[in-house]
């Protein structure tokens, strides 16, 4: 079975603060995503990665950065956290090219004081 | 920017009916349309999919039907079961993207026995 791991699944940061998030996949993806979950907004993209080194802004990028320096692992860096960064992030991964089924992790909620 | 619209946002029925869940989309040129079903606590999980050569798909309870001219597809569930609750969540692909998902804001299904 695909795994998805996001490693923290509740954080608590201050304002202000650079804050990581980790996504690990096992079953060599060449995509990773992430995306940000709030109530009555459903699933908005952040960034998303199609190869190593490689990445593509999503819907919502402002605030954000990722890095993708090996193939597994996709992290999505907060530089300066703010409150309105409050949110449950997901990562997800699929195959590439043909755009199809998306792997999530469990998700990590953030709350940023 | 792509928009996928979707409705109800909240619905609920008696076990054994059906229901059936509405989404839009703006791209005419998205060509792959998921749905993803999430518990609580956890990430969403693809449960259909229909690409944009075929009008219909079903598996066991639920199936998709696709409207490319008019850009919408709808989930059906048949012979609901407590077990169906969950925010279900469609999608469409990104045409510039290439492998990425715009999500719709969701539908909170309720099945009461």
């Known amino acids: 079975d695909v795994k998805v791991t996001q490693s923290s699944r509740y954080l608590v940061k201050r304002t202000g603060e650079k804050v990581f998030l980790e996504c690990v996949q096992d079953m060599d993806h060449e995509n990773m995503f992430w995306y940000r979950q709030d109530p009555g907004l459903g699933l908005r993209l952040i960034y998303f990665s199609y190869d190593v080194k490689m990445k593509e802004k999503g819907d919502i990028p402002e ?24 949110s449950m992030y997901l990562c997800a991964s699929s195959l590439f090219p043909k755009v199809g089924e998306l792997f999530f992790g469990e998700g990590s909620r953030l709350t940023v004081l | 920017g792509e928009n996928v619209e979707q409705h109800p946002s909240t619905l609920s029925v008696q076990e054994g009916d059906s229901a059936v869940i509405k989404c839009t989309y703006s791209d005419s ?85």
């Open chain 1, 63 to 86: 605030g954000y950065s990722v890095s993708r320096e090996k193939k597994e692992r996709f992290s999505l860096i907060l530089e300066s956290a703010s409150t309105n960064q409050t």
């Open chain 2, 29 to 113: 040129a998205s060509n792959y349309f998921p749905w993803y079903k999430q518990e609580l606590g956890k990430g969403p999980q693809l449960i259909i999919d229909i690409r944009s050569n075929v009008g219909e798909k079903k598996d066991q309870r639920i199936a998709v039907t696709l409207n490319k001219t008019a850009k919408h597809f709808s989930l059906h569930i048949t012979e609901t079961q407590p077990e169906d609750s969950a925010v279900y969540f469609c999608a469409a692909s990104i045409h510039q993207a290439g492998t990425a998902l715009i999500f719709g804001k969701g539908t909170t299904l309720s099945v009461s026995s």
